[in-house]
C-alpha cells in the first residue's frame, strides 16, 4: 500500500490512529494526516491515496459529507470510517456511500489491522489485474 490519509479533527486520536497503522505490519509508504474532512479531500483530489481513514464528525466538512464528494471521483481510495456513535443509521448511510469498514471509537489496534489487511489485499488484486489487463494489450 503507498498512500493513506488519516481525517480526524482531534490530534490525539489521529495521532494513535496513525501509530497503529504504523504498527499493523503493512507496509505503506506514506500516511498524511488532515484534520479536516476538506483538508483529506484537498489530498485525495492531488495525490493517489489507496486508502483513507476518516471520522463522521469533523469541522468544516463531515465524515459523510467527504464519503458523498468521494464517491463522485474516478479514481476514489478504499475507506475506513471511524465514530463514537454506535449508530446504525450511520452506519448503513456510510456504507452505502462505498464505506468498507465501520469501527467505533476508541479504536481497537486489532479491529484497525484486520480492516487494513483485507484493503491491502484488495489494493494488491487490484494493482495484479491492471498489470494483468496492461500486459493483454501489449
Same mark, same amino acid.
Given at each position: 500500500? @503507498? &498512500?493513506?490519509? =488519516?481525517? #480526524?479533527?482531534?490530534? +490525539?486520536?489521529? %495521532?494513535? =490512529? @496513525?501509530? +497503529?497503522? %504504523? &504498527?499493523?505490519?503493512i507496509?505503506?509508504?506514506?500516511?498524511?494526516?488532515? @484534520? $479536516?474532512? /476538506?483538508?483529506? /479531500? %484537498?489530498? =485525495? $483530489?492531488?495525490?493517489k491515496v489507496d486508502v483513507m481513514i476518516t471520522d463522521?464528525? +469533523?469541522p468544516k466538512m463531515d465524515?459523510?459529507? *467527504?464519503m458523498k464528494e468521494i464517491s463522485k471521483l474516478e479514481d476514489k481510495p478504499k475507506v475506513i470510517v471511524i465514530s463514537g456513535y454506535d449508530d446504525f443509521s450511520y452506519a448503513v448511510e456510510l456504507l452505502r456511500s462505498g464505506a468498507r469498514e465501520? *469501527? /467505533?471509537?476508541?479504536?481497537?489496534?486489532? @479491529?484497525l489491522a484486520h480492516a487494513l489487511q483485507l484493503l491491502e489485499n484488495e489494493v494488491k488484486a487490484e494493482e495484479d489485474q491492471d498489470k494483468h489487463e496492461k #500486459?493483454?494489450?501489449?
Open positions: 500500500m @503507498k &498512500r493513506i490519509v =488519516i481525517a #480526524e479533527d482531534e490530534k +490525539m486520536i489521529r %495521532q494513535g =490512529i @496513525k501509530v +497503529m497503522v %504504523q &504498527r499493523s505490519g507496509e505503506i509508504e506514506e500516511i498524511i494526516e488532515c @484534520k $479536516n474532512g /476538506l483538508e483529506a /479531500l %484537498q489530498v =485525495i $483530489n492531488e495525490k463522521i464528525r +469533523m465524515g459523510i459529507t *467527504l465501520y *469501527l /467505533l471509537k476508541p479504536v481497537e489496534r486489532e @479491529k #500486459e493483454k494489450v501489449e
